[in-house]
């Protein structure tokens, strides 16, 4: 009797523990009970997303906390959540779908870098207090090649290229992109691909030529982009697709290449203006890999402003030599002289360090390196002159913000295009960070007390090791005019649980509103674009 007494009370003591730890599960840091509620709807669907990762081609020891941000996820994967668990309180206002593109798989060949990886589509959809989740790999003829499954999809996936860097809208069609012309559709509703590669509709609808990632749609739903042409005559090539077609059409000529390079420079993005594209023609000179890249100091950068109804180039100017990726924005307007000029805005950095230690291998072995050379660089303003007479005179930046920004953004759907006034970005701290781990805000026309950058808010999520990504801002209203009268949404890696949260903040405070975790850690993507009404949008 008294050893099943004993036993009673061992029973009702381990009741009783239990039940204070689930009293408390709400209290607790970093999402646990949401987290072991979603491995248990993973188990319900036989499928561990926890086991398959450890035991995921590619993976590799997390020595520092973001590292877990580049372990590959297996073929297949996919971990639909109908209704995620929230902290926090979303407000009432928010209806919208996120849609996030970056990299998922590498290896240590042709996909080592952080930019080459196999791409994947999230999707957040965000409606009544309420937020669901999924995710799917892009289809391609890229992952057939590396993954050598048989794969369940909507059809045949044709010739089809990797496309894991940004998204866009053309028609009612929402695409993958990357470094090339071919674009890959994936469903509103899932993210599933639908179909692969995307047919435009165009005389050269076959052909796929190196170009930037990024595209720009104008305020009309006008997309505008550029390709480089090889060969005999290298250089770039503008075309636009007008609102509710999937017609590329040529703007104007080739603009050549400079002479001394013999090809077209690396680009990764340019900007717009109401009349004019704006290329930055940086003197990063690829011709093979990464790892060959040449940066031709000696050179410098040249702008080219090209008018958007002829292509014609209106103005050609040149700065000291600099590398970016992502320009932030530009517009024109009529400075204190009465003269005419563009306005760009563009993150820069000294040299072409970055592309380097942006090798998996050199982010998991020498984080150091990529956060010095980041923090090298950082947001400047040029003024172009469309001034013919000043076409020869050099043209310098002026830095913005004392710290370093990378994946800026801006209220894009009502400001690209327009002087603008806030920036969003990611940032890091040099000598204290591994990776990036704060968001940004920066105020373009409020100097801070010292007067050398203009005024900013962090949310800092180093102490934590939360790694955050992109911020991409959704207004109170859809028609606002507002740049801070909303939300900022971000997709944060938490680096000690080893799991991705979905992050929402006040974008005039920057004070956390909500979170919403996931039960994976999804690796460091790139970039996002949210829409309205998604279930509106073909197919």
Not at 28 to 52: E, S, V
Not at 149 to 168: C, D, E, G, L
Not at 406 to 415: N, S
Request: glycine share 6%; hydrophobic share 40%; charged share 20%.
């Amino acid at each position: 009797m008294a050893a099943i007494g004993r036993c009673c009370w061992a029973a009702l003591s381990l009741i009783v523990m239990l039940a204070l730890i689930l009293s408390t599960a709400d209290a607790k840091p970093r999402h646990a009970n949401d987290l072991m509620g979603q491995r248990l709807r993973a188990d319900a669907l036989h499928y561990d997303a926890r086991t398959a990762l450890k035991t995921s081609t590619g993976s590799r020891p997390a020595e520092h906390p973001y590292a877990v941000g580049f372990k590959n996820l297996p073929a297949n994967f996919t971990a639909p959540i109908s209704t995620m668990s929230v902290h926090g309180e979303i407000p009432a206002w928010l209806s919208t779908s996120l849609y996030r593109n970056g990299p998922v798989w590498w290896n240590d060949d042709e996909l080592s870098h952080w930019f080459f990886g196999l791409g994947m589509v999230h999707v957040f959809h965000i409606s009544e207090n309420k937020i669901s989740y999924n995710n799917h790999y892009l289809m391609t003829s890229t992952y057939e090649h590396y993954m050598n499954k048989n794969i369940t999809r909507k059809q045949p996936v044709a010739r089809s290229v990797n496309s894991a860097v940004t998204i866009r809208k053309v028609q009612k069609h929402l695409l993958a992109n990357g470094g090339s012309t071919a674009s890959n559709e994936f469903s509103p509703v899932d993210v599933s691909t639908v179909q692969a590669p995307f047919q435009f509709d165009d005389p050269f609808a076959d052909d796929i030529a190196r170009s930037p990632s990024h595209a720009h749609t104008d305020l009309d739903g006008t997309v505008v982009h550029f390709y480089y042409t090889e060969g005999a005559q290298p250089g770039y090539q503008f075309y636009h697709i007008a609102p509710n077609t999937r017609t590329r059409k040529l703007l104007g000529k080739v603009i050549p290449a400079r002479a001394e390079a013999h090809s077209p420079m690396y680009m990764h993005s340019f900007a717009l203006t109401k009349h004019y594209a704006v290329m930055s023609e940086v003197p990063a000179l690829i011709t093979g890999g990464f790892n060959e890249a040449k940066f031709l100091q000696e050179l410098g950068t040249r702008w080219h402003v090209i008018d958007r109804v002829t292509g014609a180039v209106r103005a050609t100017l040149q700065s000291p030599a600099f590398m970016m990726y992502h320009h932030i924005n530009a517009y024109e307007e009529v400075n204190e002289h009465g003269e005419a000029e563009i306005v760009v805005d563009v993150v820069t950095y000294p040299n072409m360090d970055t592309l380097a230690a942006m090798y998996i291998k050199n982010i998991l072995e020498q984080p150091e390196n990529l956060v010095k050379f980041v923090c090298e660089g950082g947001p400047h303003r040029y003024r172009l002159s469309l001034d013919p007479a000043k076409n020869t005179t050099e043209v310098h930046g002026v830095r913005l913000w004392d710290g370093p920004m990378e994946f800026p953004t801006i209220y894009y759907e009502k400001y690209n295009t327009r002087k603008h006034r806030y920036v969003y970005g990611v940032s890091t701290t040099a000598g204290k960070s591994d990776f990036f781990d704060s968001l940004v805000k920066l105020d373009l026309e409020s100097p801070s007390e010292h007067g050398k950058s203009v005024s900013s808010l962090v949310w800092d999520g180093r102490e934590k090791a939360y790694y955050p990504g992109e911020p991409i801002y959704v207004p109170r209203h859809a028609d606002s005019m507002a740049e801070d009268d909303g939300v900022i949404l971000s997709l944060v890696l938490d680096g000690v649980e080893k799991h991705s949260f979905l992050l929402v903040l006040d974008a005039k405070t920057f004070k956390e509103l909500a979170t919403a975790p996931l039960m994976y850690a999804v690796p460091f993507g790139f970039h996002g674009r949210h829409y309205y009404n998604a279930t509106a949008l073909a197919p």
